[in-house]
């Protein structure tokens, strides 16, 4: 008797555990989900409208460097010159996670002045920045320790991602799969899943719909079609490193030749006038325009992917604000396409696929990639796109965006390596 006692209370002790543990990050990604669809929403609303600015405006093109200037007066007034990239939100999971609250801010401004005035370079860094700075702040709210503030972290950057991409699912996966590759802190999948629908739900609320696109006709499920797509995959493996590679170089040359951040923004910001000035604004901003016409199957031009390197290269490698990822989707659609039509396939589905694998190659995440596709495509094509993704993952190595990102388990084989990304 004494022991069937025993057994209950400790039964209804790890019960309660569960439930404590389940309703505390219902309500913390509840209100970290809630807190970033507003701020999410209004970073959107802010680039759409310097975007629309901009077009209307093509001359702010010109001011880029004036902008680098601000933007290097902003990080040095408010001591984060140390803080400016998207490697201290993937560290900050390994670490003590706090994250200084005023980079939210900082990195807000600073990614809207990029964009209005023509640099070259995505969203997704000031969401992973801004999500993981905000998830940060409301764990010290709630004063969690230091193991449930990587999970907070995390939670800050799944509801922020889907804010601005609105892809909740593919946030949530992201947030968790992305900091270390091989492994995935399922731990933290309710209360970064919550925190993205919540987020998602309140951009709806705002006016904001989620990211979805008819790509017309997808090849049938054939080997033939099956062996086409791996051949964009293949590419794409190519392309990735070769991006990856470009924005390494661009970094280490600018620090180099440049030590002061004033005169390496305001020197980056001069060759993209220049280039702008002989190429036209194709290649500013995110190039949302381009990407949308690629995926309705309109022709590219066959050096569109090796430009956009270029102008996102030196944007980003000379200090401006942003990210490399909406970049990085217009190089996949435009390189896809131009693949595609090479080999035979629907360009519009080639666009589609070759923007899916090279997001896979640069951030090493096949899960939320494959995810990703079904989100924005549907899932006709799964098999063809998971085909894709897990060659252009395998392919491109120990590549990425974010040398931070550690990879845990070799790509080739059951090995464990714990090797960060080059």
């Not at 209804?12 to 389940?22: D, E, G, H, P």
């Not at 007034?77 to 939210?104: E, F, Q, Y």
């Not at 000031?126 to 993981?132: D, I, K, V, W, Y």
């Not at 899916?356 to 549907?378: H, K, R, T």
């Amino acid at each position: 008797m004494e022991d069937v006692k025993k057994l209950i209370a400790h039964n209804a002790a790890r019960v309660r555990q569960y439930a404590f543990s389940f309703v505390k990050w219902i309500l913390f990604a509840t209100l970290t989900g809630l807190l970033g669809g507003c701020v999410g929403t209004a970073f959107r609303y802010t680039i759409d409208y310097v975007t629309a600015w901009r077009n209307d405006m093509p001359w702010l093109c010109y001011l880029l460097p004036l902008g680098g200037l601000v933007i290097a007066f902003l990080y040095r007034v408010t001591k984060l010159s140390g803080h400016a990239d998207t490697n201290l939100i993937i560290n900050s999971v390994r670490t003590d996670g706090k994250l200084p609250i005023m980079l939210a801010p900082v990195i807000f401004i600073s990614t809207a002045l990029t964009h209005l005035f023509g640099g070259s370079a995505g969203r997704e860094g000031a969401a992973l920045q801004l999500g993981g700075t905000l998830g940060s702040f409301i764990g010290r709210l709630f004063r969690l320790d230091e193991k449930d503030m990587h999970m907070a972290i995390m939670c800050g950057m799944s509801g922020l991602f889907s804010a601005l991409f609105g892809t909740p699912v593919t946030a949530a996966i992201f947030a968790m799969e992305v900091i270390s590759v091989g492994i995935m802190y399922y731990s933290s999948f309710v209360p970064c899943l919550v925190s993205a629908l919540t987020a998602f739900r309140m951009t709806e609320l705002f006016g904001l719909k989620e990211t979805a696109f008819a790509i017309g006709r997808i090849p049938d499920l054939d080997v033939k079609s099956v062996l086409l797509t791996a051949v964009i995959g293949v590419g794409c493996a190519v392309v990735s490193i070769l991006f990856c590679l470009a924005l390494e170089w661009t970094h280490k040359l600018a620090a180099k030749v440049l030590k002061n951040e004033y005169l390496r923004l305001l020197a980056g910001g001069s060759v993209i006038v220049l280039l702008t000035f002989l190429i036209g604004t194709r290649y500013s901003g995110t190039g949302a325009e381009t990407i949308a016409q690629t995926l309705s199957g309109k022709a590219v031009l066959p050096y569109d992917f090796i430009l956009k390197i270029i102008f996102t290269a030196i944007t980003i490698g000379f200090g401006y604000k942003g990210g490399e990822i909406v970049p990085t989707i217009f190089i996949g659609a435009t390189f896809g396409s131009l693949v595609g039509g090479m080999i035979g396939l629907p360009p519009a589905f080639s666009a589609a696929v070759g923007m899916i694998a090279l997001f896979c190659a640069v951030v090493n995440c096949p899960i939320a990639s494959i995810i990703l596709s079904v989100e924005m495509f549907g899932s006709q094509g799964l098999v063809m796109f998971a085909v894709a993704v897990c060659i252009s993952f395998m392919l491109s190595g120990y590549y990425g965006l974010y040398t931070g990102q550690k990879i845990i388990y070799s790509k080739r084989r059951t090995r464990f390596i714990n090797r960060n990304v080059k």
